[in-house]
């Protein structure tokens, strides 16, 4: 009696996607938090630099939201990319 009490069962969790489909799903919100995100800052700046230096002109807005945005696509074209090729972490690279 002892002994059946003594045990304890730890109960296996089963997740309802495959790993590989909640891996992506992380990386899509990834990607397009960052999207929102630079492209906000950017199109905040443009707006401080419109105002400021640009006599209220709209294209320096324009230009820090595609920048922002430029820079989020490449983040995420990045993330995706990586996964494809094989990892190098602990791996020493000699070059000639």
Do not use: Q
Request: proline residues 5%.
């Amino acid at each position: 009696m002892a002994d059946e009490t003594s045990k304890s069962v730890t109960p296996v969790i089963k997740t309802s996607r495959p790993m590989s489909e909640a891996l992506l799903n992380e990386k899509w919100d990834r990607c397009l938090s960052s999207f929102l995100i630079r492209s906000g800052l950017g199109l905040s700046f443009g707006i401080v630099f419109s105002v400021l230096l640009f006599k209220r002109r709209a294209w320096p807005a324009y230009v820090g939201l595609g920048f922002g945005a430029g820079r989020a696509w490449e983040e995420c074209d990045n993330s995706f990319k990586r996964a494809a090729a094989p990892s190098k972490d602990g791996l020493r690279v000699v070059r000639p």
